[in-house]
Every structure is written in structure tokens, then in C-alpha cells.
Nanobody
Framework: EVQLVESGGGLVQPGGSLRVSCAAS????????MTWARQAPGKGVEWVST????????YYADSVKGRFTISRENAKNTLYLQLSSLKTEDTAMYYC????????????????WGQGTQVTVSS
């Protein structure tokens, strides 16, 4: 059974930084693409970033490129997202998922997604 548990969200001022984490279990983490997505209040899900199993090929949405950094520690079955130069429009629930496009097509399905961690950017 896939289990993904996000943590590390919180309230941060514009321009600040935060790191969110995703602890994974129930599948072979080191063999899986992993994805971060977010959903702001009243809006649809937005893909943020994906990383390959080896951790050397990250992919980013244009809206976060240069400000966010995805990484992973396969030995710890943990995925990270470092959020920097935060803007108020980055306020959202941040979710991790196993996989990429299939996961995005099944947003909210517990077989792919965690429960999320809230990031609020406000002064």
C-alpha cells in the first residue's frame, strides 16, 4: 500500500524560504519518478516539479523555475521541495505523488498522492 506523508509546511513571509518533505513507503521509492503539485484555494491542481529515480534530472513548472528545488534521498525514502523567494501566489496545499503524468491524471487518488501540507505566504 502506497503511503506518502508530507510535512514542513507553514506560514512564511514573502521572499522567505521553506522546505517541505514527503516520507514514502509501500513501494520501491528508488525506482520511482516523484512529483510535487499544489492546489490553491478555489483553483485546480498545478504541477510544480518532478524528479527522476536517480535524482539527477529535475523538471520544473515555469512558475517556480529558479526559485524551487526538488531533491530526494533514496536511502531515506524521502522527497524534498525547497521553496525560496516565496510569493503570495505560492500559497497552496502542496502534495507529493509517486509517478508523473499518470499521477496527475489521478489527482487525489491515495494510490498516488499524499494528504498534503499547507504553505501560506503572507506578511
Amino acid at each position: 500500500e502506497v503511503q506518502l506523508v508530507e510535512s514542513g509546511g507553514g506560514l512564511v513571509q514573502p521572499g522567505g524560504s521553506l522546505r517541505v518533505s514527503c516520507a514514502a513507503s509501500g513501494f520501491t521509492f528508488g525506482s520511482a519518478y516523484m512529483t510535487w503539485a499544489r492546489q490553491a484555494p478555489g483553483k485546480g491542481v498545478e504541477w510544480v516539479s518532478t524528479i527522476n529515480p536517480g535524482g539527477d534530472r529535475p523538471y520544473y513548472a515555469d512558475s517556480v523555475k529558479g526559485r524551487f528545488t526538488i531533491s530526494r534521498e533514496n536511502a531515506k525514502n524521502t522527497l524534498y521541495l525547497q521553496l525560496s523567494s516565496l510569493k503570495t501566489e505560492d500559497t497552496a496545499m502542496y502534495y507529493c505523488a509517486v509517478g508523473w503524468k499518470t499521477a496527475l491524471d489521478n489527482f487525489g487518488n491515495k494510490n498516488y498522492w499524499g494528504q498534503g501540507t499547507q504553505v501560506t505566504v503572507s506578511s
